[in-house]
């Protein structure tokens, strides 16, 4: 049985980024799913005080935010490099990190993806149309921004697949699901790039449960 464990949502971005990594690499893991509502009990708060997910324990080691346990993951384990050498492309992998983890994941997809599919899949809630009205104007910030970054390159640091991807691409899988980003990102290079993207094995093998799947 591997030694490699991530705790998270079943259907989580953050934590299927972390799969998608551990896909690439093709390391062996296991998945330990936590009930919604655990991520504020004690016990889970012990292995992330913010009580969000994933966390991984890995042996002895215990790590938990999700840009650094994948760059744990590429430092550890064999297999294809998930972060360019190349100065520029490296600022650029670790840039549109920062736009993902600063404004698009807290003021954009926290909210539309909730809204329009979490909350209603899996709590039975109607969607809260002033905060989605209000997050709109982020979210052609962001997405236009990542598609100008973008341009005409192949993955979003460059030619080469790296962390930025793996931590996009799930992100985007559910944006791309709602009316709002689909609208926002029609025609452009970042939804062929998506597109592209989700057809890798990774990306294939790390989809979300099926009512999470069916709504995005
Ligand atoms: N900065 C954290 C963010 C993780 C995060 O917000 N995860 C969401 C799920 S995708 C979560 O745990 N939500 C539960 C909650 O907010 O109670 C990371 O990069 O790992």
């Known amino acids: 049985m591997s030694d490699f464990i991530v705790h998270g949502f079943p259907g989580s971005p953050f934590t299927r980024s972390v799969l998608v990594a551990l896909e690439e690499k093709r390391a062996p893991y296991r998945v330990e799913a936590l009930a919604p509502g655990a991520q504020r009990t004690p016990e889970y708060q ?3 005080p913010f009580g969000r997910v994933p966390a991984i324990q890995h042996g002895d080691f215990h790590l938990y935010e999700t840009q650094a346990i994948l760059r744990y993951i590429d430092a550890t384990f064999a297999g294809p ?3 360019p050498r190349e100065p520029r492309a490296l600022g650029r992998m670790n840039q549109v990190i920062g736009i993902n983890d600063c ?3 807290p003021r954009v997809a926290r909210v539309i993806v909730f809204e329009r599919i979490v909350g209603p899949v899996l709590f039975g809630k109607a969607p809260d149309e002033a905060a989605i009205a209000a997050a709109l104007p982020e979210a052609r910030l962001c997405l236009g921004e ?17 962390l930025a991807d793996v931590l996009l691409a799930p992100q985007l899988y559910y944006l ?7 609208s926002i990102l029609e025609g452009t290079a970042l939804l062929a790039w998506l597109e592209r993207v989700s057809e890798r094995a990774s990306m294939q093998a790390t989809l979300p449960p099926e009512p999470l799947r069916k709504a995005a």
Request: proline residues 3%; without cysteine; hydrophobic residues 40%.
């Open 46 to 48: 012990r292995l992330h």
């Open 81 to 83: 490099a998930l972060q």
């Open 176 to 182: 791309a699901a709602t009316p709002e980003g689909a």
């Open 146 to 162: 990542i598609d100008r970054l973008l341009g005409d390159q192949k993955h979003l640091a460059g030619d080469e697949f790296s």
């Open 103 to 105: 404004y698009l994941f």
